[in-house]
């Protein structure tokens, strides 16, 4: 979520001490969405959400790494929430405001992150508002089809193009797209660390430093965005919230995964 270094950096191996620290962590973002699944009911703004987020981190002494995230352009604005709250075609980045109001058969995705003692859980999920179309159920299923997939590569040894080929094969079969502009990333202590986890491959990507082998240790945010329609994006007004512009129906799920000797290692687990 949000943008991706240009220069890429050494992918870290974290630390027995920095695993505990992520995995507290993750257990914030947890519950957060936890939280919130239960408060995501029509006639609720989606201000009223991100403060209940907000309190929720504040209880455990962590802080929102989305709040004041710089901008991509250079003199845009700073990200005025704790939480992203994204509306039906808005896919990413969506702000959280008074005036937005949850409706019968909205499609909300809710982005989460938690920085406790220098270390962070990210974490996305999609919620039905109500009573939802079948298009809506079925994007859904197909995206969060597609973060269980991609999970299941996170093996120790297995090269990032064999989890993002997963990713998009897994998405592609059911007629629906991935979105090509925004992507996951390795996460730590920043929120954007090695590699870049695009959910797409191009012609290049074999080719790039990037594709590496996962290694014990490796902590990485994986977080496909589907559509219904085409995968072109573009920025509303606003300067943040990211929708796709046939107005499609989106939806994003997203985990924080340790590589581990014997597999992923889900570090922001709620359900």
Known sequence: MFKKEEQPRPVEIKSKKELELMRAAGKIVAEILN?????????VTTKELDERAQQILEKYGATSPF??????????????????????????????RKKRILQEGDLLKIDVGADYA????????????GK?????????RVTEESLNVGIHQVQ????????????????????????????????????????SI??????????????????PGMTLAIEPMVVT?????????DQWTVI??????????EHTVLVTPNGPEILTAWK
């Open 35 to 43: 939280d919130l699944q239960e408060r995501a009911v029509p006639g």
């Open 67 to 96: 709040l004041g995230y710089p901008n991509s352009k250079p003199k845009g604005p700073k990200f005025p929430a704790s939480i992203c709250t994204s509306v039906n075609e808005e896919i990413v980045h969506g702000i959280p």
């Open 118 to 129: 220098g270390y962070i859980g990210d974490s996305a999920w999609t919620f039905a508002i």
């Open 132 to 140: 939802v179309s079948a298009r809506a159920l079925e994007l859904m």
């Open 156 to 195: 120790s040894g297995t090269r990032l193009w064999e989890l993002i080929s997963a990713v998009q094969k897994s998405v592609e079969r059911s007629g629906m797209n991935v979105i090509r502009e925004y992507q996951g990333h390795g996460v730590g202590r920043d929120m954007h660390e090695e590699p």
């Open 198 to 215: 695009p959910n797409f491959l191009d012609e290049e990507f074999e080719k790039r430093p990037a594709n590496i082998q996962f290694k």
């Open 229 to 237: 329609g085409h995968w072109d994006t573009k920025v509303l007004g």
């Open 244 to 253: 796709a512009q046939d107005h499609g129906l989106a939806a994003h799920f």
